[in-house]
């Protein structure tokens, strides 16, 4: 056997080294382009993340068990959105039958903890926005051991399930339609946003759930226009 004979071999070529032809660099810079122009046009250009790979900006992941972030100190995630048309931070959706859009846990049984906080910083703004559509449940809050379920600082709003009424002189009921549905068991309050002695409200009530009309009824007619504020509780 002849000794001088050599078994070393050269260093195989891996994929990532080997030279790429020009029709490939042509092709993978017209996606880069056209990757940016989408950009540039306002059009999504995610792509797809399997269960349990590393999730990137602009992904779109799909995955068969929760992702946790935890954090030790600050929020364990945070979401800004920069766009000046109606941008949103964080969304939520849930499209099963008894879905949470977003759910918010404080589990500590001690200290001032708070599940969901919504602030704004603008006279304009509201802090938490609320809607239910097809008769739904706007806001429902629960605490147990006696703590608070809902807490506001601040203007509170109830759109469409609150106002102010009038009644024309001689007259001494008020019928309000309400936006959003009524159940027989709707709660309903009302006071004179006018001094007239001797009259006040006597009864408010739901008048017709299946129509939407409640009825506030004075102990006297009226012997000129007056004004009544009412507010529906469910």
Do not use: C, Y
């Amino acid at each position: 056997m002849n000794s001088s004979t050599s078994t070393h071999h050269e260093p195989a070529i891996s994929a990532i080294d080997e030279p790429r032809s020009r029709r490939e660099l042509l092709r993978s810079g017209s996606v880069a382009l056209a990757a940016g122009l989408l950009g540039v046009l306002g059009i999504a250009t995610t792509t797809s993340a399997k269960n349990g790979s590393t999730l990137r900006a602009g992904d779109k992941a799909t995955a068969s068990r929760a992702t946790t972030i935890e954090s030790s100190k600050g929020p364990a995630l945070q979401a800004r959105a920069t766009g000046k048309d109606g941008p949103v931070g964080v969304r939520g959706v849930a499209n099963a039958s008894k879905g949470i859009g977003v759910q918010g846990t404080a589990p500590s049984s001690k200290g001032a903890t708070v599940g969901v906080q919504g602030l704004t910083q603008s006279s304009e703004g509201t802090a938490g926005d609320f809607v239910a559509e097809g008769g739904g449940t706007a806001l429902a809050a629960s605490s147990g051991k006696g703590g608070v379920a809902l807490r506001t600082k601040g203007r509170v709003m109830l759109t469409e399930r609150s106002g102010v009424a009038a009644v024309s002189q001689g007259g001494a009921e008020f019928v309000i339609p309400v936006t959003g549905g009524l159940s027989e068991k709707s709660l309903v309050l009302a006071t004179l946003q006018d001094h007239r002695p001797g009259v006040h409200v006597e009864a408010a009530h739901v008048l017709d759930a299946e129509e939407g009309l409640i009825v506030v009824r004075l102990n006297q007619a009226v012997a000129e226009q007056t004004d009544v504020g009412w507010i529906v509780l469910d």
